[in-house]
């Protein structure tokens, strides 16, 4: 797992209105089928992401992928958690930080750059 510095030059950085905006679409999109495309939008107004998904993870269970969504390419996720859930988490260490604390009883957030030197 990394964690890093966004720089942004003045030019780039999002105003808060648009932000708010697009955080109360998101909202609005709550249990709708494009929910995660719709806060992928709000988050992309302040940080540069491509992709994002939400798991809930722990130790005695198989992991659940809530949501997820793509900008730029067909969002693939489903698939592969499917894949994944059938037993290669059980060996993948990928998580095990936010295992850690979901264990303890806490909530965590992982962020992971993928670059395409990592494929």
């Not at 993870?57 to 489903?78: C, E, F, I, N, Q």
């Not at 859930?85 to 909530?107: C, E, I, N």
């Amino acid at each position: 797992m990394n964690t890093w510095a966004i720089a942004t030059s003045d030019a780039q950085k999002p105003s808060a209105s648009d932000f708010w905006s697009g955080l109360g679409g998101a909202v609005g999109a709550i249990g709708e089928p494009d929910f995660g495309s719709q806060v992928l939008g709000c988050l992309n107004q302040v940080l540069p992401v491509d992709f994002w998904s939400v798991y809930q993870v722990g130790s005695d269970l198989p992991p659940k992928m809530y949501v997820s969504a793509s900008l730029s390419t067909r969002d693939v996720s489903a698939d592969c958690f499917q894949r994944y859930r059938q037993g290669l988490y059980k060996t993948d260490q990928t998580f095990a930080s936010a295992r850690a604390y979901a264990d303890a009883g806490s909530l965590a957030m992982t962020l992971r750059r993928i670059s395409l030197l990592d494929v």
